[in-house]
Structure formats: C-alpha cells, structure tokens
C-alpha cells in the first residue's frame, strides 16, 4: 500500500532548520494523500510494513514525500532489490544496488549482518533522509544522514548514494551477483541518474532485511 507511508499531513505553517538546503527554514508543504486499497506486490508487505512505520517515526525530518527509496536486503545482490516507490501513483522501479564488504566477508552475494561501526565497511539499517548533492570519487553522487541508532554514523562513515562499476548490469549477469561497497548505497551509472533526479534531497529512504 504505497500511501500508507504518508503520514497525517503537517500543519503548512510550521517550519524547521533545514539540514539539507542552503537558505533559511522553510514551511513544510501541504500534501494531501490518495488512497490505495492495496500493496504493490513487487515488494514485500511486511518491508512496506516496517518502512512505513519508520517512515511514519521520521516524518518531521523529511521535507518531500513524494518518493521513497527501499532497500530490501533480503534478497542477492544480483537481483534489482532497490525500489523507488511514488507514493502517489503506487509506480515502483528496480535497481540493483551494492552491499558493504564488512556485511558479505565471503562475498556470497547475500547480505549477512549489518553494522554502525565506523571502519566496519557494512551496511547500516534503518530510516535515512537525503541530503547534498555533491561531486564525488565515482561521480556526481548524494549524501544520507541515519535517522536511527542502527545508522546514527552514517555521516561520519561518509555513506553515500553513488555509481560504481562493479554495480552495472553486466556484473551480475556474468557473476550472478555484483561487487561490493564500503557501506555505501553503489548503483549502476544509469540507476544512479533515476535515483538523483528522483529521490532527491530531503527524501526518505529506508533499508532493511527480513529474516
């Protein structure tokens, strides 16, 4: 049910220090939610579930809610486990995205713990909010600040949203799985232009495996 990650809509009034933005506070918009009598079956329910209740935890900390990322680590890394959901139209895409080294030592491909730890090279759980743009080591890539004790240091791990080349297609085609990153959220070079221009900063993104 992909409007149910829409909490009550805030007061259009209020404002609050922007973390993400240049400029000064700014008043949240109104966003008047369409009802969805169902779930999205491409991704599972009881991900929506969780998500939508860290979503609901975190609503003041996000200035869009137009569009969430998920991240369900259940699956390999050679299946398009990243999901961008429109939480208006229900639309959802698919992209395949890395996991840390430090949560597959083995590389199996399957994501096996996560981590906080800073020097860790795992992926942390939780909720997130985007924030910068800025230019990076692979590219153009987007900065995450952890929302939740789970990923609290996500900042100062310096996890990020960007391209690799061990996340494209043909890596898992040949492999069955692709590389992995140092915590970080790696995606194809084509993934990453959907989910910049997409998801955006101030924007919730959320990462978990069901067990």
């Not at 079956?41 to 900390?61: E, G, Q, T, Y």
């Not at 996000?62 to 050679?78: M, N, Q, T």
């Not at 100062?156 to 898992?172: D, F, G, K, L, T």
């Amino acid at each position: 049910m992909p409007s149910v990650l829409k909490a009550q809509t805030a007061d259009p009034y209020r404002t609050r220090p922007d973390r993400y933005m240049d400029g000064p506070p700014r008043p949240y918009a109104s966003a008047p939610a369409t009802a969805r009598p169902y779930a999205d079956p491409v991704i599972d329910p009881r991900l929506v579930a969780r998500a939508r209740a860290s979503f609901d935890r975190h609503r003041n900390s996000l200035r869009h809610i137009d569009i969430v990322g998920i991240a369900d680590f259940s699956k390999s890394s050679g299946e398009s486990r990243f999901y961008l959901l429109d939480t208006n139209s229900g639309r959802v895409t698919r992209h395949l995205v890395a996991h840390g080294r430090g949560s597959d030592p083995e590389h199996s491909g399957f994501l096996q713990r996560f981590s906080n730890v800073p020097g860790s090279e795992a992926t942390s759980s939780g909720g997130y909010v985007t924030t910068l743009y800025y230019p990076g080591r692979y590219g153009r890539a987007m900065r995450v600040r952890g929302l939740d004790y789970t990923n609290s240091n996500a900042e100062s791990r310096a996890i990020v949203i960007h391209s690799a080349w061990y996340a494209e297609p043909q890596v898992a085609a040949m492999q069955g799985r692709i590389g992995r990153s140092e915590g970080c959220f790696a995606f194809s070079y084509q993934s990453l232009q959907e989910v910049l221009a997409r998801l955006g900063p101030g924007r919730f993104l959320y990462a978990d495996r069901l067990v």
